[in-house]
């Protein structure tokens, strides 16, 4: 599996963010406690698919540079009124470390215990992961078919930082719009879960990092998903807005309670 040093272009800028975010562009969505939540509207670009391909499958002789590939995203389906908003959340746990917070996320099987809204999940092997939620009625649910990639690096002081990425997987089999000479062979589409709306485009990275003076965490996440079926953006806002500040709170009680496997 390929290595990536801190000066990578994509873990340069992630970890930069934590000691300024870069919000240019970027609307105040709402204040949880010690999150902030920003949107935008959808830039039409998958930042992170090509080097989540790279850290689960690739050798270090088959990297991509980059700064020289291009990539053609699939289509997205406009919301009823011809808006999607990516996320960006910015925040602090004071008190969960980051190494906690990172095994809790991906965890999926610890998750079922405190994620109400999950529903099932499989994992297809090489990386690769199938997820199914629960969406609020009269929405149906939706299914994820994924790839994971978790990398660990430093910022600028020698502090660890965790990250992980993730990118969907397109009916196309192309989970981030890499050249096909590129695409893993393994890569895995299972028939759709019946009575679900499989997400076509997804992506998100997270990035944890220790506080200098107390046990807890900084915490940035950039997040889009297209969530298909023609809902009206309104509809949209209001399940992000009713979901997040239950989501926040049980992943920090999950954190609390968590014992990591032997």
């Not at 965890?107 to 215990?113: A, E, G, H, I, P």
């Not at 299914?143 to 430093?154: C, F, L, N, V």
């Not at 002081?157 to 990250?163: A, H, I, L, M, S």
């Amino acid at each position: 599996m390929a290595t990536f040093p801190a000066t990578h272009p994509i873990f340069k800028s992630l970890t930069a963010e934590l000691a300024g975010p870069d919000l240019e562009g970027w609307e105040p969505f709402r204040d949880l406690h010690q999150f902030q939540f920003y949107r935008r509207p959808y830039t039409g670009a998958n930042p992170y698919g090509l080097v989540v391909d790279q850290l689960a499958t690739a050798t270090d002789d088959t990297l991509i540079d980059l700064a020289t590939s291009t990539t053609t995203p699939p289509s997205v389906t406009p919301a009823a009124d011809g808006v999607l908003y990516e996320y960006k959340v910015i925040g602090v746990f004071a008190d969960v470390d980051a190494r906690t917070l990172d095994r809790v996320y991906t965890d999926l099987d610890y998750r079922k215990s405190w994620d109400i809204n999950m529903l099932r999940h499989t994992d297809l092997g090489h990386g690769q992961f199938s997820y199914a939620v629960k969406y609020p009625f009269p929405l149906t649910n939706r299914e994820y078919i994924y790839r994971i990639a978790k990398h660990t690096t430093e910022d600028t002081t020698g502090r660890p930082v965790y990250v992980t990425l993730g990118a969907s997987l397109t009916v196309e089999g192309n989970y981030s719009g890499l050249p096909g000479q590129y695409r893993d062979p393994h890569t895995q589409d299972p028939p759709p879960l019946k009575g679900s709306t499989r997400i076509q485009q997804y992506f998100q990275a997270l990035v944890l990092a220790s506080l200098p003076s107390s046990p807890g965490c900084q915490v940035l996440m950039h997040y889009f998903e297209d969530p298909d079926g023609n809902i009206p953006a309104f509809l949209v806002n209001w399940v992000i807005k009713a979901g997040v500040p239950a989501f926040i709170k049980n992943l920090r009680d999950a954190c609390l309670r968590y014992k990591p496997r032997p």
